[in-house]
Every structure is written in C-alpha cells, then in structure tokens.
C-alpha cells in the first residue's frame, strides 16, 4: 500500500524555519525541524544545509522511522539521528526543533542546567532542562546524549551546540522554544542581580496539575 505525503505537513516544516528566523531564534541553515505524522509513521525534516528562507515544499524531505527516504531529493538534516531516536524513545513527542537561540545557547556553552523559575516554564517545559554530554554534531553518541538529558521533559540543551525542544505537535513546540529562550534570557539576567528563586517541587506538581487538566477549560 502506498504511503500517503502529506502537503501540508511539509507547508509545516517550511513556514516553521521561517518563523524561527524571523524571531531570531537561529540563523543561516543552523538547526533542524521535524514532524512526525501518526497515521503513517512517516518523519518530515528539513534538509541539510539549507537557509530556512530558500526552502521549499519539494526540499522537504520524508522519511521513516528508521531513516530510509521515502520521497525527496535532498540530502536529509544531519541531525536526523538524533530525530528519530526522539520519536522512538517518546511516544507522546509528534514535533521536534532544535534550534540555536542566544540566550539558551549562553547556558548550553556553560553546560548548565535551567531550573524552574518561571510559572509558565515549569508548567509547559518541566521542572528544569538538563544539558546532555557532548558528542559531535550528527553522531549517534549524540542522539544517545540528547534522550538521556531529555529524559521526560519537554527541552533539553546540547553542549557547545544549542537547544532542543519538543512537542506533541509543531504548535507546541515552538510554544516549548519561545518559553525556554525567554526564561533562558531571565535567569542570566536574574544572576546579574541577586539569587535567583527557585520554585518549590510542590508547587511545581500543583501549576503542572492546574495546566493539564484546569488551565483555559471551561
């Protein structure tokens, strides 16, 4: 039976790098975005080297999950090992970005973790994100070390390297990215100023509670 592509998950892709280089959350080709469609099992992932505003619907490639290319022309991101490893290892993740954004970056080169500072952090990102162990760029040691520090969370930082950040879909996501680098950029600026409060596990567990089963339901 034939795999069906889907357009639309590819328009995803595209308009996602985009939108991360209009926020400035990375530059150039750096970074890499991926969808994962749970009707077929199929990934979708940007391709190697690319500029996210040169690229197009027929530059996206598909794959599955084990990495055989099922449509494209491209040569896939060199990240995709470490996609899939996410996606096998997480059955609720359906969207992945790594990007390399300022501020997380600074805590990334530091191999510093982020605690949970910030109410809308611990509610949408987890308690902390961790900073995996370095391995280099699109090895199968680093796919190992990013799952390992990403653990059940929804981020994780890669040493000397960026950040990575998940969602059940593309929309939350980036919501994870925007959320990161924002409270990424508050801690450094809270340590210039004096010691940085962090929130009390029970009350962490209390606002995750409120957000998953109370927050916006009516």
Known sequence: ???????????????????????????????????????????????????????NLDDIIVVDKKGKII??????????????????ARKDVGAIVHYHPIYSSVLAVTGLSLPGICEDF?????EKVLCAKYALPGSDELA???????????AVFLLNHGALCVGKDMKEAMKVCYVVEKTAHIYIL?????????????????????????????
């Open 122 to 126: 611990v509610q949408i990102v987890g």
């Open 144 to 154: 190992e070390n990013a799952v390992a520090s990403l653990g059940n969370r929804k």
């Open 1 to 55: 039976m034939e795999l069906k592509i889907s357009e639309d998950f590819k328009k995803l892709i595209v308009d996602t790098g985009r939108e991360l280089y209009k926020q400035s959350l990375t530059i150039g080709t750096w970074g890499n975005i991926s969808l994962l469609d749970p009707e077929t099992d199929l990934v979708y992932i940007k391709p190697s080297g690319m500029d996210y505003n040169e690229i």
């Open 71 to 88: 449509e494209g022309f491209r040569k896939p991101s060199i990240e995709m090992p470490m996609h899939l490893s996410i996606y096998d």
């Open 190 to 218: 809270s340590k210039n100023v004096g010691k940085c409060r962090i929130i009390p596990e029970e009350d962490i567990k209390i606002m995750q509670d409120f957000a998953k089963n109370s927050y916006g339901k009516q």
